[in-house]
Structures are given as structure tokens and as C-alpha cells.
């Protein structure tokens, strides 16, 4: 509560008017020391955000795999970081959660991109000298379209400040002096979240040039997602969808937002086939959820091989929600009749299945330990001693740190008692 009264303060607070950017907030200094003097102390400013609930966050590269890494310790110059895994969704988002592995990396951060730095920096959390700081080392480093994006909201909030960050960004962009700035919203398409860049009239229309490129990318790989088929039915279209249909249908809605103003956004054909596509991913997740209504019928009916059936055909429309594969893969369970902790089964072929479907889940959210014991259980109850051992030493793999919880213990004590039962 105090720092959020600081930092309203120091937003709305009376300063000398005669200032610029750099030197009101960092009086006699030159913006190139500041910017030095951002990234010496960025080891401290993470050492401290260890403190925080939401440590920072980033997208790299690690050995040519883009992965996404969370903070996990700092010692002297070095940085730890916790590979993160998808990990429950943020549903009003469509969007995932991700929470961290027991896999930890070394990374500098001369090797993290300075864009990623950048969304450490909010301006409703952080002081103006720490975004002015930040401005001044992203342009140092080539990116003053990042430095912009941090300082447009910061310049919107404070009416005393905006003069001085339009004529910053005026400067640092190599605009005319002088020239008018307006305020752009902007989209990110894959996080959902709105920003807002200040550009000349001339900026903004090169801007939505360039972005063009991307529109055509994203629509071409939006399409290729839904499975290119719009002529198909629900449930018998030629290919599956390669996203989840509520993540799918999210971005379809939202690609205008994103894209609003670029030829292809504008372009008749795109509204006409963006349209066509909502519609398809609409009339698909209406018949997953009805078709999933009559599959649970039909188990509650004491029918168990029909209900498997019925989420086969259910699982191939919707394969990359976990939600989904969970029932399907249930589902075949309980047809397979697997008994007496996997060494008995009626039906060895649906329980592969089952551990198939098991397994896809896994895959998606890795860290779901209930999900590699049950594939485990149905490879070992179909005869797949190998895949039932894999899946029962993954779970050992990742509840191998001290301090588990009593969650995860009781998924190691599962594992060990199979893998004992596999011998």
C-alpha cells in the first residue's frame, strides 16, 4: 500500500519544468553513464526481486531451443534459472500458466534479450528513475521501439512527465524536432495483453508496414492451426486442429486487434476468411462439448466401451486440450478394466491407449505427476514394461528435490510401488 502511494507520488509530484528527461531524474549525469550504470546494477535489482511473489520471467535461447525461464538465484555474477513448464491456463486470458522445473540453467544476461528485460520494468510497480534508467540502457543497446513501449503508458499517466518522454523519444527515434506524437494501441497476439507506443503519423504508417508481413504469417499459421479445412463437419474434418480450440478461437477473434490498420487485416478476403475460421472453431468446440455430454451419458448408462469410443472420436477434434485428453484417457481405462494395480487388464489394446493419451497429456503439462503415473499404469497393464518404467522414473526424476509436497510424495511412493511391482 505505501508503494503504491510512493510511486502515485512520485508520478503526480511537482518538478522543475526547465528539466529533460534524463536530467530531472539523474541530475549531471550523462545518459550514456546512466545507462552503464543500469546494467551494472541490474544483479542487485534481481538479487532483490528474489523477495518478490512474481520473480522475473524470460523467453531465450538455450543450445538453439527456445525455452522460457524464471529467476531462481543469483550468486555473484552468475544467474540461475529455472526452466518453466506449461502448468494449468489462465482461462480469461487463453492463455498458459507456467510453473518451474527441477531443471536449472546458467544464463547472463548479456544473454537475454533486451526486449525480455524490458517487461521486467512496469511503470505501476517501478519508480520513473527506474524506467528513465531502463529507457536510457535499452536505447544504448539499439531498442528504442522497447524504450518506447515502457515509457507511452508512464507518459500517459503523468501529464507533467509526457513532455519531457515525447521529446526523449522525439530525439532518440531521430524524428523531427517538434513533431507531434500520438498514441498507438498495440496488441500482443500470443500474451494477450494491450500496450500502446507513441509515434509520428509517419512512424505509425511504417510501422503497420512492417507489421504486415507478420499478419500474413499469423493468419497463414492460424489457418494451418485450425487444420485448413472449412468445408469439413465437426468431428470428421480432414485434419485435427494443432491448438487447443478455446486458445485458437481466442487469437481468431483477437487478430483484428492485433493487426488493425495493415493491408491484410483490412483486406475484405482476410475479414471473410477470419470469419469462416471463428465460425468453424465455434461449431467444433459446440460439438466437442455436446459430443462430450453424450460420451459421460453413455458411461453413466454402464456402457464403458461406447463412452471410450465416443472420446476417441471426441479427443481427435479438440488433441491439445488436457482437459480432453484426461476424459478420453479415463475413459479407455475404465474399458480396459485394468485391475490389481496394473498386472491385470481385459483389454490390453485400450489400455495402450489410455497410456497414449496419458502420455500426450504429460507432454503438454509436464509437471501433472498424476498423469505419468497413470500412463504407467496402463503401459504396464498392457505389457509395455519399458514405457511403464519411463514414465514411473520420470515421476521419481521430479520429485528427487528435498522439501516435496505431501502431493508429490504420495505421487513418488505410487512410482516406486509399480516400478517394484515391474521386477
Not at 33 to 50: M, S
Not at 347 to 373: C, F, H, T, V
Not at 392 to 397: G, I, M, N, P
Not at 414 to 423: F, P, Q, S, W
Request: net charge neutral.
Amino acid at each position: 500500500m505505501l508503494r503504491t502511494l510512493f510511486l502515485s507520488f512520485a508520478l503526480l509530484a511537482p518538478v522543475a519544468l526547465c528539466a529533460d528527461l534524463v536530467g530531472r531524474h539523474f541530475p549531471n549525469k550523462a545518459e550514456a553513464d546512466v545507462a552503464k550504470e543500469f546494467e551494472a546494477g541490474l544483479p542487485a535489482w534481481l538479487q532483490a526481486r528474489l523477495k518478490d511473489p512474481d520473480k522475473p520471467r524470460a523467453w531465450v535461447e538455450v543450445s538453439k531451443r527456445r525455452t522460457y525461464v524464471e529467476l531462481a538465484d543469483v550468486k555473484a555474477d552468475e544467474l540461475v534459472w529455472a526452466e518453466l513448464a506449461q502448468h494449468g491456463v489462465y482461462k480469461e486470458l487463453a492463455t498458459w500458466g507456467y510453473s518451474p522445473t527441477e531443471t536449472q540453467l546458467k544464463i547472463k544476461l548479456s544473454e537475454i534479450p533486451s526486449s525480455q528485460i524490458a517487461r521486467w520494468f512496469d511503470y505501476r510497480y517501478r519508480t520513473p528513475e527506474e524506467m528513465v534508467g531502463l529507457a536510457c540502457w535499452l536505447a544504448s543497446r539499439g531498442d528504442v521501439m522497447a524504450a518506447n513501449e515502457r515509457l507511452a503508458p508512464l507518459a500517459a499517466k503523468s501529464s507533467l512527465l509526457k513532455p519531457d518522454i515525447e521529446a526523449w523519444l522525439i530525439a532518440r527515434h531521430g524524428w523531427p524536432a517538434g513533431a507531434t506524437l500520438t498514441e498507438t494501441p498495440i496488441h500482443d497476439l500470443e500474451r494477450n495483453v494491450d500496450g500502446v507506443l507513441l509515434l509520428t503519423a509517419e512512424a505509425a504508417a511504417q510501422r503497420l508496414k512492417d507489421l504486415d508481413k507478420e499478419a500474413k504469417d499469423v493468419l497463414k499459421a492460424l489457418q494451418t492451426a485450425q487444420g485448413n479445412d472449412l468445408k469439413g463437419k465437426s468431428g470428421a474434418r480432414k485434419a485435427p486442429p494443432s491448438m487447443r480450440l478455446d486458445f485458437l478461437l481466442s487469437r481468431l477473434e483477437r487478430f483484428s486487434k492485433a493487426y488493425a490498420g495493415t493491408a491484410t487485416a483490412e483486406n475484405k478476403a482476410t475479414k471473410k476468411l477470419l470469419e469462416e475460421l471463428i465460425e468453424a472453431v465455434k461449431a467444433d468446440k459446440d460439438w466437442v462439448e455436446n459430443q462430450g455430454y453424450k460420451a459421460d451419458r453413455l458411461g453413466i448408462d454402464g456402457d464403458p466401451k461406447a463412452c471410450a469410443d465416443q472420446w476417441l472420436a471426441i479427443v481427435r477434434a479438440n488433441p491439445e486440450d488436457p482437459e480432453t485428453l484426461q476424459k478420453a484417457a479415463d475413459a479407455q481405462y475404465k474399458a480396459a478394466e485394468v485391475t490389481d494395480n496394473g498386472t491385470k487388464c481385459k483389454d490390453k489394446d485400450r489400455a495402450r491407449k489410455g497410456g497414449e493419451l496419458w502420455e500426450k497429456y504429460s507432454q503438454i503439462q509436464p509437471l501433472m505427476l498424476n498423469a505419468r503415473n497413470y500412463a504407467g499404469l496402463c503401459y504396464m497393464a498392457a505389457g509395455d514394461k519399458g514405457k511403464a518404467k519411463a514414465h514411473f522414473d520420470e515421476v521419481l526424476r521430479r520429485t528427487s528435490k528435498k522439501g516435496i509436497s505431501d502431493a508429490e510424495a504420495k505421487h513418488r511412493e505410487y512410482a516406486e510401488a509399480r516400478l517394484k511391482d515391474l521386477k
